[in-house]
């Protein structure tokens, strides 16, 4: 399927969904769909993000975030207040928002505030002082979530903080040159972006991080498979929302197949292995909510494995990583320096 084509059913769906919502404000695309050109095809695995904006008194969908097939197309949609796109510095400044608004992304704007935040974060979203801005916001979630690495009693938990430790190291190299802050292929994109500033030397240390560095292909694929049992599992028993939930649908197995498989079929089996534990932790937590105490023990055998090939098999392991994050993370920032003061992309001012 075209990006043009996903667009017209992403537009549809928002026709037909969101903007008779109460409250509905506008839309727009996000995620790496939206940076595609409208004739370029849309990757296997790959979702349309679509950001529904709803004024802040009105209700909104819980827990805030939903996946659903529509039209063969599967959308991604999360429900956001209206008073965050009133802040334009708030906005430009933002890593998860401001490389979508400086786009072509918009689906639907009734109020007429979009296309006008679009025309501002696209005159000043190269200015550097900007994109520093936007990686001292995920510095500062990546300081804040590895603290949380040993704050939970939750694994689960702990496995999707240390994903958003490890996304967010790859995301500060992909903001500095101008990218989309992807998850699933944060690592494969960071890689690209190091390569391009010759700074390609540096990327083990973010394997490192996750624990991925010295697995093989058939150790991840194993890995995979018993996420897809804990899909299984979390889709038999789910009844408590909770926001990552997203992905707990009997009909959306194909897609977890397909996101899995267009990174290990490509040999980026490495770098896999961040999506792999991410989503396997959801499932878990589903599975810790609702699951019987048989469930919650093979769960937990299950991911104990995944956690074993990635070095961690304690909390003493936790405490170690946190360290190790605290030692790297200078190096990496200083190199994040780097690459925005050599950008060619970036300007000082309007």
């Not at 944060?186 to 973010?206: D, H, N, P, W």
Request: with cysteine.
């Amino acid at each position: 399927m075209k990006k043009s084509d996903a667009w017209k059913h992403s537009a549809r769906w928002v026709e037909e969904n969101a903007a008779p919502m109460p409250g509905y404000s506008g839309s727009f695309m996000s995620g790496s769909i939206a940076h595609l050109a409208s004739d370029q095809s849309v990757p296997a695995g790959s979702d349309v993000d679509i950001i529904v904006i709803l004024e802040d008194n009105a209700p909104r969908p819980s827990p805030g975030q939903d996946r659903v097939l529509y039209s063969g197309v599967l959308l991604e949609t999360s429900y956001c207040p209206l008073s965050w796109f009133q802040n334009r510095e708030g906005i430009i400044d933002d890593p998860n928002f401001a490389c979508h608004l400086a786009k072509e992304s918009i689906i639907d704007d009734s109020t007429g505030l979009l296309v006008e935040l679009s025309r501002f974060v696209e005159s000043r979203y190269r200015i550097r002082s900007h994109v520093i801005a936007r990686c001292e916001r995920v510095t500062d979630r990546i300081l804040s979530k590895s603290s949380a690495l040993t704050g939970s009693d939750s694994l689960s938990l702990r496995i999707v903080w240390h994903g958003m430790v490890v996304s967010g190291l790859a995301q500060l190299f992909l903001l500095a040159n101008l990218e989309n802050p992807t998850f699933r292929k944060s690592l494969i994109s960071a890689k690209r972006v190091l390569e391009t500033f010759g700074l390609l030397s540096e990327y083990q240390i973010l394997l490192q991080v996750l624990g991925s560095q010295e697995m093989a292909k058939p150790e991840v694929e194993a890995c995979f498979q018993s996420c897809l049992c804990s899909f299984d599992k979390s889709v038999e028993v789910h009844t408590t929302r909770f926001f990552g939930d997203r992905n707990i649908k009997g009909n959306l197995k194909r897609s977890i197949l397909d996101a899995g498989k267009s990174l290990l079929d490509v040999g980026h089996h490495k770098e896999a292995m961040l999506w792999i534990m991410d989503t396997h932790a959801a499932f878990g937590i589903a599975i810790e909510n609702d699951g019987t105490s048989d469930d919650r023990k093979n769960y937990r055998e299950r991911i104990g494995q995944t956690l074993s090939k990635l070095g961690i098999n304690s909390d003493a392991d936790y405490e170690r990583l946190k360290e190790h994050i605290s030692v790297i993370l200078p190096k990496l920032l200083a190199h994040v320096r780097d690459v925005i003061s050599r950008n060619p992309l970036l300007v000082d001012s309007l």
